[in-house]
């Protein structure tokens, strides 16, 4: 897990690496950008209470609640964009660290874009439930990282994986390593809410769990 996290921190500042870095990052401003108007719009726009002054107060509650359902929502929006890169970061990953590996399988980019899609709404969903538990910090901070490690962990391990195995092998190996796949989502997931750190997400996220992939032995199908 250590080499897997340095091994990617040293790649970043590579010449193969810069294109899909920049990329990374303005795709994932532009996302933050534009999720936070869409939450402060619909924030502004509904009318909680209908009192002035009481309205007022709300509204600026409402400011402080898009900034939490900005660092809360990011990371599932932010995955998507690294299913649009997948292929990208990944040869460039495997180019300098894995150049024995044969190519990767033939897929269509529309197969990482439904687990980007899949996951982003299930994290949406999850973590718009768990949010009431902001009230009481400590358990929020343990059960939301701990959720978002887990789904996080599982969407790169699966857009990962499917590059060399079927639907079947990816599933199968999954479960054999939960272990991996969740300790490598954990570190993910302090990942997404490290302000501008969690720009270069889709990267960071996409090659870690890709030497953590590489790093595992062989799956067995029928276990």
Request: proline share 5%; net charge positive; with cysteine.
């Amino acid at each position: 897990m250590i080499d897997a996290f340095f091994k990617t921190l040293g790649q970043l500042p590579t010449p193969p690496f810069q294109r899909v870095l920049w990329l990374s990052i303005a795709g994932s401003l532009v996302t933050a950008v534009a999720l936070w108007f869409a939450i402060k719009a619909t924030l502004d726009n509904t009318n909680f209470v209908g009192l002035g002054w009481l309205e007022t107060s709300f509204d600026f509650i409402g400011s402080l609640a898009a900034v939490v359902l900005l660092i809360v929502l990011l990371p599932a929006f932010i995955g998507l964009i690294a299913s649009f890169m997948l292929e990208s970061i990944c040869r460039a990953v495997e180019a300098r660290h894995y150049p024995h590996l044969p190519d990767a399988r033939s897929q269509s980019i529309m197969e990482a874009i439904f687990i980007g899609v899949r996951f982003a709404v299930i994290l949406i969903v999850l973590n718009i439930l768990v949010l009431p538990l902001i009230f009481i910090a400590p358990v929020y901070f343990v059960v939301g990282w701990a959720l978002n490690g887990y789904l996080l962990g599982r969407e790169y391990f699966e857009l990962v994986a499917c590059r060399r195995l079927n639907t079947a092998e990816t599933r199968a190996m999954r479960r054999r390593h939960r272990m991996s796949a969740l300790s490598a989502g954990l570190v993910i997931a302090v990942v997404s809410v490290i302000p501008v750190v969690n720009l270069i997400l889709p990267l960071f996220g996409t090659a870690f769990m890709l030497h953590t992939f590489q790093r595992l032995p062989a799956i067995d199908t029928k276990s």
